[in-house]
């Protein structure tokens, strides 16, 4: 399987440690300073197929150097665990 990533670092991480792991994915991390949106782009391939995922997500109000697709997870996750 081959992996290519376009997105933020921890989203690279997590998929290469999830996937075929770090010494056989291959990604690319792309700083766009005029983005208005936060982008991933996750191909992934094998002898079964593609797969093509794309995510686009606005910045959190409160903290532009983050996600608030991140916040609303982490906040869904705590939620989750309260019961």
């Known amino acids: 399987m ?11 991480a997590a998929l290469s440690l ?3 792991g770090p010494g056989e994915s291959k990604v690319r991390i792309v700083s766009d300073p ?7 782009e996750i191909l992934a391939s ?4 593609r797969v ?6 606005r910045p959190n109000p409160n903290n532009p150097g983050s996600s608030f697709l991140a916040a609303l997870s ?10």
């Open 18 to 20: 999830s996937g075929i």
């Open 46 to 49: 094998g002898v079964a197929g």
């Open 74 to 83: 982490a906040i869904a996750a705590v939620r989750s665990l309260a019961g």
């Open 52 to 57: 093509r995922i794309e995510i686009e997500s």
């Open 2 to 12: 081959k992996l290519a990533l376009l997105g933020g670092g921890s989203i690279a």
């Open 34 to 40: 005029e983005a208005k949106l936060t982008r991933h």
